[in-house]
């Protein structure tokens, strides 16, 4: 239940992006107008996502986000991470389930965590952006392969 | 020879000079340090997309490329070495600081073309006052002296941008590289004075003779082989490092990083070791048993990183990176200096040389991500050690040998 939580305020999070129209929107009509052309956020309920640091489940740099892969419906399917290296040498981008990130924009120290080992992160294979399909690091256990409603 | 019209003739002058250069080649590579891959790490936290990073990068490569051969001209035409040394570092101090307070695009774009723009014109201008210096005699001796500061100064801004980038902030690191050019500035005060030897004499207006005799060295043999060969190193060498930093963050384990960082200042030690001997090598034995010797290294390297896989080999191998990135890094300006020094056109040369290097270093990374992307990280390295033999091969049979005696 509590990952079904995280899971929707992450989501509520990119939706303020502006990479989620509305839900429910067909993917083939044109995009949905708002009813008001202004709509207030409140301070600290969302966080841009590109650049930020990702940590661990022992407070260890998992790396940087640097793109979101998103679907038809303009919902978030994974987050590019960036990770390791030195200096900029010998990075490597993994895709990892946006399911498997805690987003709290609150907390200013650890906006962004991930429930998963270094050695996941290892041993996943590497992101080609182009790439005939995109393998990424999985959905937490207990859940649907596809975002529910997707289909 | 050289020092003949030198105003700074005395023993004393000479030596600060000399302590003057290793200190500039030392917080230069500091600073340089602080450019590389690092930039496009600083940009990511910035909140850059990927394809932003990308283009503000080739900016800089793209300036760096265009500018090599006419900031070679314009070093060869100015007199004093030390004034555009100056005026290169405080370019550096400019970026950096551009890159620290302002990482938006125009300001990013103009750091990258102001970096690449200046990087062009200090390593002709350092490589000009080592020869004011040091006289063609010597030069190979003083090329050494100069790899061995660089190295270090490469090796410890490595260790201190590391630390600055995980202990405070990534944006330090630029704070940090500005910084550094303070020392550097510093460390021109005795070589204010050095002048290259004047050019051979030529009468007024006969620019005609003068643009035919660039063409003639431009387009002369052993320049131009040089020149092809100093291209295919790089073309197997640039993409070795990142190739084999990225399986160590597969397979490295938790020290991934620390290993990485190894790979990068173990080449830095040997160079500081070695540049010395491999200069009077040069100086003893000729310029192409000393190519060979680094150029044969390629290929080796390219096949024992395909043939083995377990991450402290992979980081020990890398001690022949050190004994190639020695004998290249005292060779081109050594052998440029051969062809060109008494032309008044040897920085033209040294820039020419360096634009092959730069075609070289953007292609490699080009090649070893098709070959890795298609045919997996092996081939990717036996593709590179191929061209590493195909360089070596070059130098065997077309490069002639420049030593004068």
Not at chain 1, 116 to 131: N, S, V, W
Not at chain 2, 132 to 152: E, K, Q, T, V, Y
Not at chain 2, 323 to 328: D, E, K, L, S
Request: hydrophobic share 50%.
């Amino acid at each position: 239940m509590t990952a079904a939580r995280g899971t929707l305020s992450a989501l509520a999070a990119v939706s303020l992006l502006g990479l989620v129209p509305v839900a429910g929107g067909a993917a083939d009509s044109p995009p949905p107008r708002p009813n008001e052309v202004v709509e207030p956020v409140p301070p600290g309920e969302t966080i841009g996502i590109l650049g930020k640091k990702v940590w661990g489940p022992d407070g260890e740099d998992m790396g940087l986000i640097v793109d979101v892969l998103v679907d038809a419906r303009g919902r978030a399917r994974a987050a590019i991470i960036d990770f390791g290296g030195f200096l900029g040498v010998g990075s490597r981008k993994v895709a990892v389930d946006w399911r498997l990130l805690r987003v709290t924009p609150g907390d200013n120290a650890r906006q962004v965590s991930l429930g998963l080992a270094r050695a996941d992160i290892q041993a996943a294979p590497e992101y080609k952006p182009g790439g005939p399909s995109v393998e990424m690091i999985g959905p937490p256990p207990g859940t649907p392969t596809a975002p529910a409603g997707n289909k | 020879m050289a020092q003949a019209g030198n105003p700074c003739a005395g023993a004393a002058t000479a030596a600060s000079a000399e302590r003057g250069l290793d200190w500039l080649n030392l917080f230069v590579a500091n600073i340089q340090t602080g450019f590389g891959p690092f930039v496009a790490v600083y940009l990511t936290t910035q909140g850059w997309t990927q394809a932003a990073i990308g283009l503000a990068l080739s900016l800089g490569t793209v300036a760096s490329m265009a500018s090599q051969v006419p900031a070679g001209a314009v070093v060869d035409a100015v007199r004093s070495k030390a004034a555009v040394a100056l005026a290169s570092v405080l370019a550096f101090s400019a970026s950096a600081l551009l890159l620290a307070l302002r990482p938006v695009p125009l300001f990013v774009y103009a750091a990258e073309i102001l970096h690449g723009f200046s990087s062009c014109t200090l390593g002709p201008a350092i490589a000009a006052m080592s020869l004011a210096i040091a006289g063609p005699a010597m030069l190979g001796l003083r090329l050494g002296r100069n790899a061995r500061f660089a190295s270090i100064g490469t090796g410890v801004g490595a260790a201190l941008m590391g630390a600055c980038g995980y202990l405070v902030s990534e944006q330090a690191v630029f704070f940090l590289t500005a910084a550094l050019t303070l020392p550097a500035i510093w460390s021109l005060r005795p070589l204010r004075r050095i002048e290259a030897p004047a050019p051979p004499p030529r009468e007024p207006g006969d620019c005609r003779s003068d643009a035919r005799r660039i063409v003639r060295l431009l387009t002369g043999r052993a320049l131009v082989t040089f020149a092809l060969c100093a291209m295919l190193f790089t073309l197997a060498n640039a993409a070795m490092l990142p190739l084999v930093a990225g399986e160590l963050t597969k397979r490295g384990g938790n020290d991934a990083s620390l290993l990485i960082a190894a790979c990068i200042v173990l080449p830095q030690g040997i160079v500081a070791l070695l540049s010395p001997t491999i200069g009077q090598l040069a100086q003893k034995r000729g310029r192409r048993l000393v190519l060979l010797l680094g150029f044969s290294m390629l290929p080796l390297r390219g096949l024992l990183f395909a043939g083995l896989t377990a991450p402290l080999p992979l980081v020990a191998i890398q001690a022949l990176d050190g004994v190639a990135a020695t004998c290249i890094g005292v060779l081109v300006p050594l052998v440029t200096s051969d062809i060109a020094g008494r032309s008044g056109h040897f920085n033209l040369a040294l820039g020419f040389v360096g634009l092959a290097i730069g075609v070289g270093a953007t292609a490699s990374t080009g090649l070893a991500g098709w070959a890795a992307d298609r045919y997996g990280t092996e081939w990717a390295f036996l593709c590179l050690a191929a061209v590493g033999l195909a360089a070596t091969l070059l130098v065997l049979l077309a490069m002639p040998e420049t030593r004068r005696e």
